[in-house]
């Protein structure tokens, strides 16, 4: 099996080979080609969580699981709070092939996830990008988005400002004015990426205008939440799979509030197979619940693994 450190992964996977590796995923599982086995994530005390994504993408030939989780206290170490793995097997021997750092991985396939929401729901003419959060997934996620609509601004919330500085900077990069903003500023923004790790409701449905599109991409585990459950009620809500959503991901609160219903949520795959319009009115508000699921990390992972062995990358070891 070949070991790919974290150090290659910027090296071998652009944020563009993460765009297309999701969109493959998210679309061969609205085909039924592929589906994400049942997530485990268990307390680990201190605020730490650690857990496993994993599935089998028929058509992909992936077969595999992301090991990981969130440990508050590596900030203080010098170390990002997520830190995660992924191995990847042969799906018909079940024999290891790979395994590849996992941590710039999940940042470039949560930001594409977002990416492609923005880029089949947000109206074609947005110009104001909406950012609440300013942790480390934050940067990739601004990034991300900005390179699927023409935006002249961005405007953003942390419920730490001194953290914007950060998404500041990002911005100044991609030659975008950025200003802090109160939440209810974020009237203005025609497309909100919500990646916090917030326990209870930020954004109000009445800061959100008729028309946008958000992206609710922190919320990944049972009692986090970012967004009021009537703005889901208000929305068409679309998942990169359904049944996390309600579950693990920002619908959770909605469908347990009885606002919504699991049927009433769209996978993200069927907007990309055609199955689904996806934006159907320019008033509509679209509302992407992105959960995170384990066959966007093998598909990140594998696009490594293959640029790896292209070019003789990594580390080879019997097994
Ligand atoms: P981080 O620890 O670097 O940053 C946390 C962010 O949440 C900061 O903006 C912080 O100010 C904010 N925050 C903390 N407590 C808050 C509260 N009580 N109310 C409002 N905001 C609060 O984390 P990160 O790596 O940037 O990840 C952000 C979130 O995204 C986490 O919840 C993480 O689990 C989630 N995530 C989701 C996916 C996915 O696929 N959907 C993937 C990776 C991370």
């Not at 944020?15 to 995923?25: C, H, K, L």
Request: with cysteine; hydrophobic share 50%.
């Amino acid at each position: 099996m070949l070991i790919i450190p974290e150090a290659l992964i910027a090296e071998l996977v652009s944020p563009e080979d993460a765009f297309a590796a999701v969109e493959a995923t998210f679309a061969a599982m609205a085909r039924g080609e592929a589906y994400n086995f049942p997530v485990v994530r268990e307390a680990l005390g201190e605020g730490r969580q650690y857990g496993f994504k994993s599935g089998l993408d028929r058509a992909g030939g992936q077969l595999g699981v992301k090991a990981g989780g969130y440990f508050p206290g590596n900030a203080a170490r010098g170390l990002i709070n997520h830190q995660s793995s992924v191995l990847l097997f042969d799906p018909e021997t079940g024999q290891p092939r790979a395994m590849v750092g996992g941590n710039l991985l999940t940042a470039l396939r949560t930001a594409a996830a977002a990416a492609i929401s923005v880029d089949r729901l947000a109206r074609r003419d947005v110009r104001v990008l909406g950012m609440l959060g300013a942790g480390h997934q934050s940067v990739f996620q601004l990034r991300a988005v900005a390179r699927v609509r023409q935006f002249d601004r961005v405007i953003a919330w942390n419920l730490h400002p001194e953290m914007l500085d950060r998404l500041r900077l990002a911005a100044g990069e991609l030659g975008l004015p950025f200003e802090a903003v109160p939440l209810a500023r974020m009237v203005e923004a025609g497309v909100i990426v919500t990646i916090t790790s917030s326990p209870a409701a930020s954004l109000m449905a009445a800061d959100v205008a008729p028309g946008t599109h958000l992206a609710c991409m922190g919320t990944d585990t049972r009692g986090k939440q970012e967004v009021e459950p009537a703005l889901l009620a208000r929305a068409t809500v679309f998942a990169d799979e359904v049944a996390q959503s309600v579950t693990i991901g920002e619908a959770q609160h909605a469908a347990a509030a009885g606002l919504i219903a699991e049927a009433d949520i769209v996978p993200i795959g069927a907007v990309l197979t055609g199955a689904h319009p996806g934006r159907r009115s320019a008033e509509e508000i679209t509302l992407f619940d992105g959960t995170g699921v384990g066959l966007q990390d093998l598909a990140v992972a594998a696009v490594a693994l293959r640029r790896a062995e292209e070019r003789g990358l990594g580390l080879s070891v019997e097994v």
